[in-house]
């Protein structure tokens, strides 16, 4: 009897282990290309715009479809796209690494970033599921082990393309592959999607606003986006622009997105002792602190600034889309996708902007811009509503 009653609990645990694990590789084939964007750059004499361009279209190919895909997951989830999104991102992002031109490269990374639109929220409903009541802790869980992924793309494949070439890096499809099969195994496409029937925990006045707050939310995460990704993109030869040598500058990369891994962990942690608006708020104050440090500060404060800038922006994560979920909470993952992917896709479209101003102005004085941005979004978290509860 006691083998199965626990039963069903090992079996969820061992679904939201998969699945994390799936997300995991989502977005290390999604995090492979940007960090060695100075490798293909050499290879196919890019600019700084061209540059920002692949990183957006990886970005906005990867972001843009999570709100439709989300709303169709709250009438009808189909689990089974979550294994085969890892196959279609493992295959095309690899092999992005044996083209010889930026027109393809363009092509192939657009592509292979499509199975990311699809992964985050489908497998952020499936995490959801397997929920034993704690949404924060599951999803926090979910974001944390794919978040982890992040700070090995770049330790791994700089090493790699370095001493061996960028087409050494096609092999990393294999490790994709595998997980692809774990997953089946597992019968991660045979799980049950929860069907979100919550009522609204704001008040009737804050109801009425909802679509003002969606908005200030999806702004408040793509302003936090645009800054993660030049940090991921642009984050070497910012660091050798404050006279560090490469060795040194891939090592904070790798700390910035370990660090990302951290703050998803104490984001998760934070919301569940407290409310999630205040966790939303101290963690943007963080970053706007963080990125005027990078701009203004010597080096060894800019490496400190580095790890701070990637605990703040992960750690409000889980409050951002759990607050998003809160406002709409018939359309919970629509509102995920609002969240994870529209702001992505947006910060993608910004970041060609941003190349564009790097090659006129330099780096540095380009990361000037993005600090009023901050400062708006600062004002923003401080009107949201007060969710009146912990996460």
Known sequence: MENTLKSPKLNNTSKLVS?????FFNDFYMTLIPPILFIFAAKLSLSMMQQASIAAVISFSGSFGQPLVGLLIDKKGKPFLLILSVLWISIFMSIACLVSSYSTLLIIVALGSIASAIYHPLGSAMALSLSDGSRGKNL????????????????????????????????????????????????????????????????????????????????????????????ISFGIQI???????????????????LSISIGTILGGYLSEKF????????????????LTSIIFLNENFTIIAFIFAALSFSASHTPNVIIAQEIIP???NFATGLILGLSGGLAGIFLILFGKIADGNGLINALMYLIIPLIIINIFTIILPDMRRKC
């Open 239 to 257: 660091l050798l622009l404050k006279r560090l040598s490469l060795n040194t500058a891939s090592t904070v990369l790798f700390v910035y997105l």
């Open 19 to 23: 699945v994390s694990i799936g997300h």
């Open 275 to 290: 409310s999630c608006k205040r966790v939303f708020l101290i963690s943007n104050i963080i970053l706007l602190l963080s």
């Open 140 to 231: 926090s869980i979910f974001m944390t082990i794919g978040g982890f992924a992040a700070s090995l793309s770049p330790i791994i494949a700089i090493p790699i393309a370095q001493k061996y070439g960028l087409d050494k890096l096609s092999l990393l499809m294999i490790p994709g592959i595998i997980t692809a099969i774990i997953m089946y195994f597992t019968k991660v496409h045979k799980t049950e999607l929860l069907k979100e029937n919550r009522k609204n925990n704001i008040s009737s006045k804050s109801n009425k606003n909802k679509p003002l707050w969606l908005a200030a939310l999806v702004s408040i995460s793509t302003t936090r986006n645009i800054i993660s990704k030049v940090l």
């Open 330 to 332: 018939c359309k919970s």
